[in-house]
């Protein structure tokens, strides 16, 4: 082979590693986007999706979204398997596995386990629209997951609410 493109070839391959190695390095050491802090420590303390223990400084509480939470769902008059799936945005077949369900028969008032975005804790003051808006989903969505009719009356401070996943 000609020493030129040999040179050539032995410059790009160095190139293509030098590229892959600071880019592998850079994803491994950078935060994702939904697990940086946003901000002060006050206002995560409050809006935090993670439960922090009394003894953890303010600094540590961080929010981001797991996605494995469970949250437990009680069935409505009339509401069929497919509609509960449909209402958090999981696969009807998951919601049958996670419950050991065989068949897709349910009972009004059966409990039914769903993963879920996230449970939050209804900080002071705060209102639907503005929990709607920090994990990106409808207001409606939120409403319909936690069978909530009257916001303005349902969520109130210190209430925990499940936040669906958002539709893809």
Same mark, same amino acid.
């Given at each position: 082979?000609? @020493?030129?493109? #040999? ?12 590229? !892959?190695?600071?880019?592998?390095? !850079?994803?491994?050491?950078?935060? @994702? +986007? ?6 002060? =420590? ?10 922090? @223990? ?19 769902? #009680? ?15 999981? +696969? ?45 989903? =409808? ?22 609410? =499940?936040? @669906?996943? +958002?539709?893809?």
């Amino acid at each position: 082979m000609d @020493p030129k493109k #040999r040179l050539l070839l032995l410059i790009g391959a160095m190139f293509t590693a030098a590229v !892959i190695y600071f880019a592998v390095d !850079i994803m491994t050491r950078t935060t @994702p +986007p939904w697990r940086r802090n946003r901000g002060n =420590a006050d206002s995560l303390a409050r809006d935090s999706t993670m439960a922090r @223990p009394a003894s953890a400084p303010a600094e540590v509480v961080t929010t981001f979204f797991t996605d494995n939470e469970t949250f437990e769902y #009680r069935v409505r008059k009339n509401e069929v398997l497919g509609s509960i799936a449909e209402k958090f945005h999981f +696969p009807l077949d998951s919601i049958r596995l996670l419950n050991g369900l065989s068949l897709d028969n349910i009972i009004e008032n059966q409990k039914l386990k769903v993963r879920v975005r996230a449970l939050h804790q209804v900080g002071p003051g705060e209102v639907l629209g503005k929990i709607a808006r920090k994990y990106g989903v =409808a207001e409606r969505a939120i409403m319909e997951a936690n069978n909530i009719t009257k916001p303005e009356r349902q969520v109130q401070e210190g209430k925990t609410i =499940a936040i @669906p996943r +958002p539709k893809k």
